[in-house]
């Protein structure tokens, strides 16, 4: 505990030195988790849902940050779901969850999606939506199994079988809830265990096996004392309660009947207070309803009507005002035992009436039917419509991909033929184009020795023709030797004449 308070004196130090926004969404973050008290770190999430916000207003989705402030702005609305439901205002929790769930789904984190669709499938139980809170737990249990993870494969097989408790299967509660215990023992995980102890003990409860409920539920108080779980403590303290404000001709081992039942009682009222005391500090209203309820009831058999009173209005406040049909069956089924007790048989009835009709909502098989006609029926046809058009429009989307599929991979492959068409084309001309070029070599080689041959020719000729020009040329010289110049021939004449 000192450690956890020095690593928060240290976060909120590193929070108010720290200057770039990154840095203070991890910071924030984390000290969100590290602190217990809801309202100290209710300003600190809201703080990083502002930042997350405005900055998502100023940075486009393709700026790499932009994932980063998306994912924690998933985180805070999270969290402002969870202070709802501690509130006990589900409709505001539902709407921060959904939009928490939204941006996990859009972000593909799916492992920080699932402390979210746990608590949705709580709120969904409470108000007793069995449906939805089976379709939410089983998406947990479905990424716990991919995940190999036994402890979150645990925690949902535990919540499932509290889902099927409420609704009646017991059946399916123990099957789900020995599948933990073998899971929380093989990993000595006593927190688990000690959730699991609680549930076996309710539902050894609802078998009238009233000995082993006690016994479950001792061992599951003393496990939760030990790990400091305040809430686990009050519960089971309720749980222990109710066994010995109910049941205590079997658990007691006195003679005497009537002092019997009076220590059973007081034993009752001693652990709804205690429970009471952790519910009020929790702030806990569904649990206040519940421990206020069970104070009325147990002063009720105790014949002091004036504090079995006074303890259930505070339970009929908190029940109306948090709407929850098991907090108002509770409430309700205590004022009609006190009114018919006391005698005023018309409030008595109008509380059995509305006992009747809250009993009749929370999963009871022979008349849940009705109670989805009477109470549920416009929200599961219009919940229906919405899945019959969102299921018509997903089945129109997935022909119009399935058809541009088909197109594009048709127009694939005609650009492949083409393409394959062209190349072989084009190797053709290149065939050709290298058969010409071949043809062309051997012509300029022919070409080029028979030019050889010509000049060789040419130069024969060429000698040939200076063999005989020379030969002339010497002929005439000797022709001209023998021949007198005319000078000479004018000589001689001359002398003849002469």
């Known amino acids: 505990m000192q450690s956890q308070v020095l690593l928060k004196d240290s976060l909120i130090k590193e929070l108010v030195r720290v200057k770039n926004d990154t840095s203070k969404c991890n910071i924030l973050y984390e000290l969100i988790n590290e602190i217990e008290d809801n309202n100290e770190w209710s300003k600190y999430n809201e703080e990083l849902k502002k930042i997350c916000e405005l900055k998502l207003k100023r940075i486009s989705k393709k700026d790499p940050y932009y994932l980063f402030y998306y994912k924690y702005l998933a985180s805070s609305y999270n969290n402002e779901g969870y202070l709802y439901m501690e509130r006990s205002e589900n409709d505001s929790a539902l709407r921060y969850f959904n939009k928490?769930?939204?941006?996990?789904?859009?972000?593909?984190?799916?492992?920080?999606?699932?402390?979210?669709?746990?608590?949705?499938?709580?709120?969904?139980?409470?108000?007793?939506?069995?449906k939805r809170a089976l379709e939410s737990a089983s998406f947990c249990l479905k990424y716990a199994e991919i995940s190999q993870k036994k402890s979150m494969i645990s925690k949902q097989l535990g919540n499932i079988a509290v889902i099927y408790h409420t609704q009646g299967d017991l059946a399916k509660a123990i099957e789900y809830n020995e599948r933990c215990v073998k899971i929380e023992e093989s990993t000595n995980n006593f927190k688990g265990l000690a959730n699991i102890y609680n549930n076996i003990g309710a539902i050894y409860y609802y078998l009238n096996n009233y000995q082993k409920a006690l016994k479950y539920h001792l061992k599951s108080l003393a496990m939760q004392e030990k790990l400091g779980d305040k809430g686990g403590i009050s519960?089971?303290?309720?749980?222990?309660?109710?066994?010995?404000?109910?049941n205590f001709d079997t658990l007691c081992v006195n003679a005497n009947k009537e002092e019997c039942k009076l220590e059973s009682l007081k034993k009752a009222i001693d652990y709804f207070q205690r429970s009471l005391t952790i519910r009020l500090e929790l702030d806990d209203k569904q649990g206040m309803v519940m421990a206020y309820a069970n104070i009325g009831r147990i002063y009720t058999q105790l014949k002091k009507?004036?504090?079995?009173?006074?303890?259930?209005?505070?339970?009929?406040?908190?029940?109306?005002e948090i709407k929850y049909p098991q907090s108002l069956k509770s409430a309700s089924k205590a004022n009609y035992d006190l009114y018919k007790a006391?005698?005023?048989?018309?409030?008595?009835?109008?509380?059995?009436?509305?006992?009747?009709?809250?009993?009749?909502?929370?999963?009871?098989?022979?008349?849940?039917?009705?109670?989805?006609?009477?109470?549920?029926?416009?929200?599961?046809?219009?919940?229906?419509?919405?899945?019959?058009?969102?299921?018509?429009?997903?089945?129109?989307?997935?022909?119009?991909?399935?058809?541009?599929?088909?197109?594009?991979?048709?127009?694939?492959?005609?650009?492949?033929?083409?393409?394959?068409?062209?190349?072989?084309?084009?190797?053709?001309?290149?065939?050709?184009?290298?058969n010409r070029f071949k043809v062309t070599q051997k012509q300029k080689g022919i070409i080029e020795e028979q030019k050889n041959v010509v000049e060789e020719q040419k130069k024969l000729v060429e000698e040939k023709q200076k063999?005989?020009?020379?030969?002339?040329?010497?002929?005439?010289?000797?022709q001209m030797a023998q021949v007198p110049s005319e000078k000479r021939v004018s000589s001689i004449l001359r002398k003849l004449r002469g």
């Not at 009507?305 to 109306?320: G, H, P, R, V």
């Not at 058809?403 to 127009?411: C, D, V």
């Open 235 to 246: 519960t089971s303290l309720n749980n222990i309660g109710v066994i010995y404000g109910k």
């Open 342 to 434: 006391i005698g005023n048989y018309k409030s008595a009835l109008e509380n059995y009436e509305l006992y009747i009709q809250m009993r009749d909502s929370i999963n009871n098989e022979s008349t849940r039917k009705a109670s989805v006609r009477s109470q549920l029926k416009h929200e599961y046809e219009k919940q229906a419509a919405a899945d019959s058009v969102a299921h018509a429009k997903e089945s129109e989307i997935k022909n119009a991909e399935l058809a541009k599929q088909s197109a594009e991979i048709k127009a694939k492959k005609n650009q492949q033929y083409a393409l394959f068409g062209g190349l072989f084309l084009v190797m053709i001309f290149a065939g050709f184009m290298y």
């Open 305 to 320: 009507f004036k504090l079995a009173e006074e303890y259930l209005k505070k339970a009929t406040y908190y029940s109306l």
């Open 100 to 130: 928490a769930k939204q941006i996990y789904l859009e972000t593909n984190s799916l492992e920080r999606m699932i402390p979210t669709m746990e608590n949705m499938s709580k709120i969904y139980l409470k108000q007793g939506n069995i």
């Open 467 to 478: 063999e005989i020009l020379d030969s002339i040329h010497y002929a005439k010289r000797i």
